[in-house]
């Protein structure tokens, strides 16, 4: 998994792999997919009609229309990027003070399927401060609320005072810090539910370190704390509630929570390709399997639990591998071995809607959905390379030009995937879409887009991206130049 520097300002990012620190200053069954179917931008000056010249003389700002793809086409001399605001719905950008790696949406009580604006968000984040400014990286916890809904010009949709409150909102970023020592390579949140229905699930986070330790906070209290004015945050509840040692001091990005265990259940991977498996006790205390679970040939760059099976998850490696593994085994090696790239496997997604669904990126831009039911243990007559038929890609796209850093299905929508890549851009698939629909196959004359991506986002040095899983369509991503929260008209 790739770092970026901390300060992009006149550098084009690197993709760096394996804890690199930043220098800068500042088919036998056939899957069918079922188709059901910066804040608001301004400008100081509204623009001319075309061919006519400002009050003052100077000549009008020139827009060109084409279709613009980045990471294909390049911006000439004195051109800037700006996103049709037309094709959102919302969309909306923060900063913090040092850029994050990963964040986690927490799951708040106000209810499922919101559709209203304003919008309000909770979420968590790990910084990565600096070479040498390290002990200023924090554990953020976030409420971002006002968030209104994207006003189109001239649309005849802002026919009431409620549909101007819902549009002329101000943005809110509040924030609630806990004092790290390290980078975040990767941060994961988990939701303990309470006996009592009426008290807030304890939101636990887990952080992979750059320094090879991983830390376990409770947050519960700093999210109380933005609906609870006057209350205070003690130096012991800002502190890591448990210290995981067992990487040692080896560096790692992969960590997940079981969300079929509800006290607590946490996997991690680190790039000498140990996985261990961490499990919160009935007494509140923290306890590690000591043998960890062996099979990759290099680094353990992303973890996911079966959203079905509570002994069940996956690895994906650098070594161009996925791997399926059963806790229950004693022998602590993997029960399916598949290769799906001739690259590193950065990330995948397990989809929770359909469970025999799994999505992978790479590290070459490739990604692709594979079908569990196709995969079968390795015997001696198998094609080693993965070329054997019986374990092909359900879909594969190469669309990115640049490594796949994140990826994500849909929470409530079964065919939709989310995909951020190096090429500063995150993209939105649909994959119930026909290949033979004719209509489909339209892309406006533009070249070389499969006709499933459904909508493309600029995304600065993107890292991470995720659906909102309470909010239809709401994608939030993290990248060089802050947050990005955005709903298209797509999804």
Known sequence: MGKRPADLSGTEAEPLKGGHRPQGTNQDDTVDFEDDYEDEYET??????????????????????????????????????????????????????????????????????????????YAVAGTQAQAGREAENELLVMKLHGLARTRHQDDGSSDSEEDDDAEDAEPIMETRSLPLSSTSNRIRLHQMPTSDRSTPP??????????????????????????????????????????????DRTEGYAVDWSLLIPQGKLVTGDNDGKIFVTTHTDDGSWSTDARPFLGHESSVEDLRWSPTERTVFASASSDGTVKIWDIRSKSHRPAL????????????????????????????????????????????????????????????????????????????????????????????????????????????????????????????SVKECHWHPQIPGCVMATGGSGFGLLKTISV
């Open 202 to 247: 304890r939101a636990l986070t887990a952080s992979m370190m750059e320094s090879g330790q991983v830390l376990i906070h409770d947050v519960t209290p700093h999210l109380r704390s933005f609906d609870a004015p006057g209350m205070s945050i003690s130096t012991q509840q800002n502190g890591a509630i448990a210290t995981l040692r067992m990487h």
């Open 337 to 460: 071995s598949v290769p799906v790239s001739r690259t590193d496997v950065n990330v995948m997604s397990w989809s929770h809607k359909t469970a025999h669904l799994l999505a992978t990126g790479a590290e070459d831009g490739t990604w692709g959905v594979w079908d569990l039911r196709q995969w079968k243990p390795a015997t001696s007559g198998s094609d080693p390379t993965g070329t054997d038929p019986s374990r092909s890609s359900v879909a594969s796209f190469h669309f990115h030009k640049e490594q796949i850093t994140s990826i994500e299905w849909h929470p409530q929508e079964d065919s939709i995937v989310a995909v951020a890549a190096g090429d500063n851009t995150l993209t939105l698939w649909d994959l119930a879409v026909e290949l033979d629909d004719e209509e489909s196959r339209d892309t406006a004359g533009v070249q070389d887009v499969p006709p499933q991506l459904l909508f493309l986002h600029y995304a600065e």
């Open 44 to 121: 100081e000056d509204e623009l001319e009609p075309d061919g006519q010249g400002h009050e003052d003389g100077t000549e009008p700002m020139q827009i060109d229309r084409k279709t613009f793809i980045p990471g294909r086409h390049k911006l000439g001399a004195g051109e800037t990027l700006a996103p049709d605001p037309s094709t959102y719905e919302m969309l909306h950008t923060f900063t913090t003070t040092w850029p994050c790696l990963s964040f986690d949406i927490v799951r708040d009580a106000l209810g499922d399927s919101r559709k209203s604006y304003p919008a309000t968000v």
